[in-house]
Nanobody, 123 residues
């Protein structure tokens, strides 16, 4: 079974950058499209971005478009989320998960979440 572990979160000032990593184990991840999701305090989980299994197709939420970049290195079984120009509203726990893609929408493939990585944007 595919297992994903998120890392790279931290505390950063507004305007700063972070790079999150999503490392896969158990099964090779290059069969799967992978999505990043986040959950802000007191809010539901929302989709941030996804990348297709080959890396040839990506999608971003409007709130992060132009600031975040998703990429993957299948040789390393890792998906990345480069986050630039961070804003306080980007604060939350970030999760990665294999996703099912239909058109421009996507949803988690399994009802399972890892521990995530905390991102806090604050001065």
């Amino acid at each position: 079974q595919l297992q994903l572990v998120e890392s790279g979160g931290g505390l950063v000032q507004p305007g700063g950058s972070l790079r999150l990593s999503c490392a896969a184990s158990g099964v090779t991840s290059d069969y799967y499209a992978i999505g990043w999701f986040r959950q802000a305090p007191g809010k539901g989980r929302e989709g941030v971005s996804y990348i297709s299994s080959s890396g040839g197709r990506t999608n971003y939420a409007d709130s992060v478009k132009g600031r975040f970049t998703i990429s993957r290195n299948n040789a390393k079984n890792t998906v990345y989320l480069q986050m630039n120009s961070l804003k306080p509203e980007d604060t939350g726990i970030y999760y990665c998960a294999p996703v099912y893609v239909s058109g421009s929408s996507y949803r988690p493939l399994y009802d399972y979440w890892g521990q995530g990585t905390q991102v806090t944007v604050s001065s």
